[in-house]
């Protein structure tokens, strides 16, 4: 079973407009790491946001913030006013024990002007 | 500070030949790890590295070798180069003590097999 889903392939949205990317995962470990990654046109993989499974509060970082819901094992991406920089391919990734992180097969994000 | 650096960007290899990817951090960083990416997916674990001189297998190590002689290199070597294996290979690290910080990744080696 795949670890990591993320179910939209491609996303449009219009500048300045908030996005949800979504993202479900699978563990029987209670304790594990949930982090986004952007992936520009340039091939660089860039860090965004991390949630802790303990964390009560859900993570924001600038215009990103992570809507994690626990009990439906989500962890959606939210984008708040975007911008032309945003397009990129976007991957959601659980770190469990160990440190290794298994991803997902991403997001493409397209924003319009 | 630059990072992780991964030499060489891009390589074209024919079938059957060998190379070595290698892999340096300058961040002191324990946790290494080497990714596969292929076209429209997401990065698949190859090998990874808890320490120096420590290495294991990821989700799909066959056909590629690992060592990890000094913390701050770690060496992705393919013994014999097949088609299959053309894809985008990223490095990426962390430090042991810092686990809710995401990895620092290499910029990546663009790799094709003929």
């Known amino acids: 079973a795949q670890k990591i889903t993320q179910t939209q392939p491609g996303m449009f949205v219009q500048e300045k407009e908030a996005v949800t990317l979504d993202c479900t995962y699978d563990?029987?470990?209670?304790?594990?790491?949930l982090f986004w990654y952007k992936q520009p046109s340039s091939g660089e993989m860039i860090f965004l946001i991390y949630?802790?499974?303990?964390?009560?509060q859900n993570a924001t970082e600038g215009r990103y913030s992570l809507n994690f819901q626990k009990a439906r094992k989500s962890a959606n991406l939210v984008i708040s006013a975007s911008q032309l920089g945003d397009s990129a391919m976007y991957f959601c990734?659980?770190?469990?024990?160990?440190?290794?992180?298994?991803f997902g097969d991403g997001t493409t994000l397209t924003v319009k002007p | 500070n630059a990072g992780v650096t991964q030499t060489p960007k891009f390589r074209v290899l024919k079938t059957g030949q060998s190379m070595t990817l290698l892999c340096a951090q300058d961040?002191?960083?324990?946790?290494m790890y080497w990714y596969r990416q292929d076209p429209g997916m997401g990065l698949r674990l190859i090998h990874y590295?808890?320490?120096?001189?420590?290495?294991a297998k990821g989700e799909v190590p066959d056909g590629y070798n690992v060592s990890r002689l000094k913390k701050q290199n770690f060496l992705l070597g393919l013994e014999s180069a097949a088609p299959s294996q053309t894809s985008v290979y990223f490095c990426?690290?962390?430090?042991?003590?810092?686990?809710?910080?995401?990895?620092?990744f290499g910029s990546g080696t663009r790799l094709t097999v003929v």
């Open positions: 990734a659980m770190r469990e024990g160990g440190g290794k992180s298994t």
């Open positions: 563990t029987s470990d209670p304790s594990y790491g």
């Open positions: 949630q802790g499974s303990y964390d009560q």
């Open positions: 961040m002191n960083h324990e946790y």
């Open positions: 590295s808890v320490g120096e001189g420590t290495t």
């Open positions: 990426a690290s962390h430090r042991k003590q810092e686990p809710n910080y995401g990895y620092t």
